[in-house]
Nanobody
Framework: QDHLMQSGGGSVQAGGSLRLSCAAP????????FGWFHQAPGKGREGVAS????????YYDDSVKGRFTVSQDNAKNTVYLQMNSLKPEDSGIYYC??????????????WGQGTQVTVSS
């Protein structure tokens, strides 16, 4: 495996929860930080969260603080984005990525394929 493989997503009602997964090659998982990004319909990608499985600071965009949480499974080289209290404006495609540090799209060089999240009101 030499790329990021995403899974999860789907459709939920407002207030519901979803968990997204992102599996990485081992050498990527151990060296890089991960970012999660959200692309709403008709808009560009925006940073949601950034963290490293090996330690260091975790960043969340203000729009998701207290609702979204990043986590990891070192045995599976997989990172997760737990999304709670979902709102319709959270709908869109979510991407995981590596190679960057903060929440800026341009910093990241390796991207997952994206997964669709739809939140109905």
């Amino acid at each position: 495996q030499d790329h990021l493989m995403q899974s999860g997503g789907g459709s939920v009602q407002a207030g519901g929860s979803l968990r997204l997964s992102c599996a990485a090659p081992e050498f990527v998982y151990k060296l890089d930080r991960f970012g999660w990004f959200h692309q709403a319909p008709g808009k560009g990608r925006e940073g949601v969260a950034s963290f490293s499985p090996t330690g260091g600071p975790t960043y969340y965009d203000d729009s998701v603080k207290g609702r979204f949480t990043v986590s990891q499974d070192n045995a599976k080289n997989t990172v997760y984005l737990q999304m709670n209290s979902l709102k319709p404006e959270d709908s869109g495609i979510y991407y995981c990525a590596t190679g960057g540090y903060g929440l800026h799209v341009k910093e990241y060089t390796l991207w997952g394929q994206g997964t669709q999240v739809t939140v109905s009101s």
